[in-house]
């Protein structure tokens, strides 16, 4: 039952709609970042991210959760009644405090490129670390984003998504209650 | 004279809600319709807004045809507008029609079969005489009832199938797919097609039922059997483990027996087409039987070459909601739209007078006047 | 309003709407089916934006509806009091103060802001209806990026005509990939949705389908080098307010010829008025 479990959104019509409106500015507008609250997730479940969960999951979308966040599932399934599998290509909403292989989530298909995965990633911080130069639409002219805690091989990576266009994974990054979102439509460079 | 933009649209709507509402009532001096009156002698009316309405509640349905002073379009519309923010709590087990509560059985295949033919509260043989009697109103005798218990009534294509002479449907424990919460997508299985079937149009699916039979993609049909009656509704709550009935709905269903010359791998046999539509409504019922069949064609290795045999195409016209709000929002203002025509027009004439005034025959055509380059702006890929 | 969740759909359909907008958004142009609601207005009377609308709108947004440019036509003030109704949100009719805006065939002339969101009304989605019904067959070329039926259109249109012919709904690339229905806006509307400041959220409910144009996206309007794009409208300035750049509504003032052009966008026309500006009707108006 819910008693060991820490509360969710306390006015989820609201909250969730506030969420819902930071993730869609951050989604039309990459490397903007978004403030969140309203959620005590169990960690290493950060509130940014569960707060997106929240607003966006529930037993329609699959869910697939990294080793590292396997000690929150049995919250999201109580606020979420997500259903959590096993296979990351079997996800529409994925989180992971690990990129990994970004080519392991479903990219859509080119007549149905809408049922890619969204990956929630998490990450150290924004504003120092990994320098990104990114453009594209939502973005008036190429913007500077920094972001800590992306592996190594993250712009190849992601030049492997983006070419795939409209097929590929979009990307929402969250660090504690921050958030900014890297769309499929973004093209990403050494910043 | 002085140009007064209009105003006042608010103020508008309200007056003619009021005389909406006025006009619904009619003449004060006579009686209000009570509901149960409309579910009880207008139950046909009730019937069709609930099956195109997707909802099967006829205190809800006499209210929807009341209030829609019998516009039966409009009472669907106001039941799956209510339909749509109710809560789902369970989903029921399957109905079971051989089990009916039958009220009329009839096959046009066999001439007696177990349990008999059951003509049942027919308009079939009534000459069509406006009934003056009725007209004055008065009581009415009660129908002849009869105390012989109820023989079991084993469906047609049962029987047939047992000689192997009916197709077998695979059972399947796929969950069905639900129009109201997903859209259309194609291919669209059989759950899909017959779920859009039944919440059709009557009419359309009437006439595109009667195309098949002249010729647009016939599958000569018999009518196997059409029964009417009340089954029971069952859920199983995963708690229980059994399951519970929660109540009864009234239903009429088709099964069309059709030919079905056999392929390489199946030997010659009938195949079905199925009807099914809450409540009292055999023509919708075998209009959906033949409908479904036709758009089989492609599953049954036939030539598709008739409308009513192209899914999409039916599929995307049979809902007469999606229909009339689309053919009646031409009614909108289109102001700006016909003004940008209106100036395209004037433009392209006055283009055409130039040409004319011109010396030298100068019209446009495709040798003269050829796009030649995509620009870098509206470049095509 | 009683009995009815907040901005009237439950939160079960505003997430499922949710997500296919936020696919929308990361693919510019691109036609995301969704699970339309049935909703307590007629499909092709704005039930798409509406679900739109009640997805994204919160307490604090303040809302315009416009119909054909217009606050006050009845389709507007219909759905204007559906919302305030059932989200007990502000309304307005000043672009301006707006946050979000709901429209059905126009773009206001007032310039729209990165803090904005404009919620266009849909008919029909599908750019290449006109040219082949089957959306099997159109989903399979947008897929391909197959737009050679559109591109032979125009090019029969300038054979015809010398120039393309579409007036309104005019078709137009997104970011140069997805060829996209803008909606019944006159092409004169066409030039503000590229690069627009604003998030654009496009719904259409009867047919199942949302799509979206993130802020400063590049949209053009297809044409060719030596045809290009050329929006249409009245040749004549606003009788009222005297305007010279916005898109005029043609009025009939009498049975023999008589017409005033006015400014489609009532809210521009009247703040210009308030502002001093004065059109040659409105002199006369003024004059008696």
Not at chain 2, 173 to 200: C, K
Request: with cysteine; charged share 25%.
């Amino acid at each position: 039952m819910s008693g060991d479990l820490s509360p969710g959104f306390a006015d989820p019509v609201t909250e969730a709609q506030a969420c819902f409106r930071a993730v869609l500015d951050a989604m039309a507008r990459p490397g903007r970042l978004h403030t969140l609250g309203g959620v005590t997730p169990p960690p290493p479940l950060g509130v940014a991210s569960a707060a997106v969960l929240l607003t966006l999951v529930d037993h329609e979308t699959p869910l697939w959760l990294d080793d590292g966040l396997r000690a929150a599932q049995p919250w999201l399934a109580f606020h979420c009644g997500a259903a959590v599998v096993a296979d990351p290509r079997a996800a529409a909403y994925a989180v992971a405090t690990d990129l990994g292989e970004l080519g392991r989530f479903h990219p859509g298909t080119h007549e149905m490129p809408e049922t890619a995965a969204t990956l929630i990633l998490q990450v150290a911080g924004f504003g120092s670390g990994r320098r990104l130069r990114l453009s594209g639409p939502g973005l008036r002219a190429p913007a500077s984003f920094a972001v800590a805690g992306l592996p190594d091989d993250f712009i190849a990576q992601w030049h492997a998504n983006r070419t795939q266009f409209p097929c590929g994974v979009d990307l929402i990054l969250c660090a504690g209650d921050q958030l900014a979102a890297l769309p499929r439509s973004v093209t990403i460079e050494e910043g | 004279m002085a140009y007064v933009a209009v105003k006042g649209g608010e103020r508008a709507i309200d007056n003619a809600h009021a005389w909406l509402a006025e006009e619904r009532r009619g003449d004060p001096a006579l009686p209000d319709l009570t509901l149960p009156q409309l579910r009880e002698q207008l139950g046909r009316a009730v019937d069709r807004a609930m099956a195109e309405g997707s909802l099967y509640d006829p205190d809800l349905g006499a209210l929807a045809v009341k209030q829609a002073q019998g516009d039966l379009i409009e009472a669907a519309f106001l039941l799956r507008a209510y339909r749509t923010t109710l809560p789902r709590f369970a989903h029921s087990r399957p109905i079971d029609t051989a089990a009916m509560q039958v009220e009329r059985r009839i096959s046009a295949v066999f001439k007696d079969l177990p349990g008999g033919q059951v003509l049942g509260p027919t308009y079939d043989y009534t000459h069509r005489l406006l009934d003056f009697a009725l007209a004055a109103g008065g009581p009415v005798p009660p129908a002849p009832r009869t105390d012989t218990p109820v023989e079991a009534m084993p469906r047609v294509s049962d029987i047939l199938r047992a000689e192997g002479m009916m197709e077998t449907d695979a059972p399947s424990e796929a969950e069905p797919g639900d129009l109201t919460r997903e859209p259309l997508s194609f291919p669209a299985e059989r759950d899909v097609r017959l779920q859009a079937l039944a919440r059709g149009d009557e009419g359309f699916l009437l006439g595109l039922g009667y195309s098949t039979q002249r010729g647009y993609g016939g599958s000569h049909p018999f009518a196997g059997e059409i029964r009417m009656g009340e089954v029971t509704v069952e859920i199983e709550p995963p708690e229980l483990g059994f399951a519970i009935e929660i109540g009864d709905l009234v239903v009429t269903e088709c099964q069309m027996v059709n030919q079905f010359k056999g392929s390489k791998t199946v030997p010659p046999q009938f195949t079905r087409g199925y009807g099914l539509v809450f409540g009292f409504s055999e023509r919708k019922a075998m209009a959906m039987a033949l409908v479904d069949r036709a758009m089989r064609a492609e599953e049954l290795g036939e030539d598709v070459t008739a409308p009513a045999q192209n899914v999409e195409f039916v599929l995307y016209h049979s809902d007469n909601i999606e229909a009339t709000g689309f053919v009646e929002h031409l009614k909108l203002p289109h102001y700006v739209d016909f003004q940008s025509e209106l100036q395209n027009l004037r433009r392209l004439r006055a283009e055409v007078e130039r040409a004319r005034d011109r010396p030298a025959p100068a019209l446009v055509d495709g040798d003269t006047d050829t796009p030649t380059t995509a620009s870098q702006a509206g470049s095509l890929p | 309003m009683m009995g009815y969740n907040f901005a009237y759909l439950d939160e079960q359909t505003k997430r499922m709407i949710r997500r296919a907008l936020l696919k929308a958004v990361a693919i510019p142009g691109h036609q995301v089916p969704f699970g339309s609601r049935e909703m307590p207005l007629p499909y092709g009377w704005g039930t798409g934006g509406i679900q739109v609308t009640a997805s994204v709108l919160g307490q604090q947004d303040v809302l315009k509806v416009i119909d054909q440019g217009a606050d006050d036509t009845t389709n507007a003030v219909s759905i204007r009091r559906f919302f305030a109704r059932t989200a007990g949100v502000r309304t307005t009719t000043h672009t301006a103060a707006a946050t979000v805006i709901q429209t059905r065939h126009r773009i206001p002339e007032t310039k729209l802001r990165d803090d904005q969101i404009i919620v266009y009304q849909v008919p029909q989605p599908e750019p290449l209806f006109r040219l082949e019904p089957s959306r099997v067959e159109t989903r399979r070329m947008h897929g391909l990026a197959d737009y050679g039926l559109m591109h032979v259109k125009l090019y029969e249109d300038i054979a015809r005509y010398g120039q393309i012919s579409i007036s309104y709904d005019y078709p137009v690339m997104v970011n140069g990939r997805y060829l996209m229905s803008p909606s019944p806006i006159p092409s004169f509307d066409n030039p503000k949705m590229d690069r627009m400041p604003a998030l654009q959220l496009f719904g259409a409910g009867r047919e199942k389908r949302i799509y979206a144009i993130p802020p400063w996206t590049e949209v053009r309007s297809l044409d060719f080098e030596d045809h290009p794009f050329r929006p249409i409208n009245a040749p004549h300035p606003c009788g009222l307010c005297g305007a010279t750049d916005s898109y005029l509504d043609e009025v009939v003032t009498d049975d023999h010829g008589g017409r005033l052009f006015v400014c489609s966008d009532t809210d521009h026309c009247a703040e210009r008025r308030a502002a001093g500006h004065v059109g040659t009707d409105g002199v006369k108006e003024a004059a008696e």
